[in-house]
Every structure is written in structure tokens, then in C-alpha cells.
């Protein structure tokens, strides 16, 4: 695992928290919602990275 990979999963669980904590989620459905969003700002990032890096 990279150090980029590391930290895309680090900010990853880091949002899913912060959203979690902002939210609180009751029921399992809305906690795979959320980790769901959290997990597509690391995509987003990853996605958009290649194009900031160069």
C-alpha cells in the first residue's frame, strides 16, 4: 500500500466519522449511507489527484 492509498483511506474513515457524528445515524441502512458518502469523497479525491499532481 502507497502512502496516497494510506492516506485516501485515512481521510476515507475520517469523513465517514465526521458525518456520522453529524448526522447519527439510527438504523443500519442509513449508516451504509453514510459510509457510502464518506467513502466517495476519498474517490473523488483519488480521482482528481493525478490532475493536481501534474
Excluded at 11 to 39: D, H, I, M
Amino acid at each position: 500500500m502507497t502512502n496516497i492509498e494510506r492516506v485516501l483511506n485515512m481521510l476515507a474513515e475520517v469523513t465517514t466519522t465526521a458525518l456520522s457524528k453529524n448526522e447519527q445515524p439510527e438504523t443500519f441502512k442509513e449508516n451504509v449511507q453514510v459510509a457510502k458518502r464518506g467513502g466517495t469523497v476519498a474517490k473523488n479525491t483519488s480521482n482528481d489527484l493525478p490532475v493536481i499532481i501534474l
